[in-house]
């Protein structure tokens, strides 16, 4: 069950700490995505990128921030300015062009404590 | 920018019975539509996908629909069966891989 690798499974965060979220695929894809999943919400897009040392904010990037030094490594921070993190953040891949199949991690549950 | 509206929320029906989903999008741009199915505990996972030149697709006992006039787009499960429960999404795209959910349907199938 390779591909696309997320960890840790669950973390939990004090107030006013960042924390990070790592993500790590070994299928060549070009195309990485964070989304966020809460109850009743569906997958809303955090940040993605397109292609190494380049990303783009999604619909709720406030709060969040990434970086993506190399292909195969996606990692999100949440930080202390997101008012409401406690969620399932899942991590996705594809190869590069239109209509291509998103691979998911298996996803990181965050709770703030 | 896009907006995927999914219905209904929750679905419960009869081992055997079919289940239909529907999602209706706001850009007409959009070309790309998969489903994903979520289990309990599991990552989404992609179970069929449609573009925008076909409008429809079937595999064995799912299918999908496409109306790009009036732009929604439906899953249709046959025979469904108690594994089929979990949460499924429908999603739209345009452009380069920008792909927008759905909120999700849970469907409970009783045997």
């Known amino acids: 069950d390779g591909g696309i690798t997320q960890s840790p499974k669950y973390l939990f965060r004090k107030e006013g700490q960042n924390v990070t979220l790592s993500c790590e695929q070994n299928?060549?894809?070009?195309?990485m995505y964070w989304y966020r999943q809460d109850p009743g919400q569906g997958l809303r897009l955090i940040y993605y990128?397109?292609?190494?040392?380049?990303?783009q904010k999604g619909d709720i990037a406030e709060g969040y921030s990434v970086s993506r030094e190399k292909k195969e490594s996606f990692p999100l921070t949440v930080t202390s300015a997101q008012k409401n993190p406690t969620a399932f953040y899942l991590c996705?891949?594809?190869?590069?062009?239109?209509?291509?199949?998103?691979?998911f991690g298996q996803g990181t549950r965050l709770t703030v404590v | 920018g896009e907006n995927v509206e999914q219905h209904p929320s929750t679905l419960s029906v009869q081992e055997g019975d079919s289940a239909v989903i529907k999602c209706t999008y706001s850009d007409s741009a959009s070309n790309y539509f998969p489903w994903y199915k979520q289990e309990l505990g599991k990552r989404p996972q992609l179970i069929i996908d449609?573009?925008?030149?076909?409008g429809e697709k079937k595999d064995q006992r799912i299918a999908v629909t496409l109306n790009k006039t009036a732009k929604h787009f439906s899953l249709h499960i046959t025979e469904t069966q108690p594994e089929d429960s979990a949460v499924y999404f429908c999603a739209a795209s345009w452009g380069f891989q920008k792909l927008v959910f759905g909120t999700g349907t849970r469907l409970l199938v009783s045997p």
């Open positions: 990128s397109q292609i190494v040392n380049d990303f």
């Open positions: 996705a891949s594809s190869e590069s062009g239109i209509g291509t199949e998103a691979f």
């Open positions: 299928l060549n894809h070009d195309a």
């Open positions: 449609i573009r925008s030149n076909v």
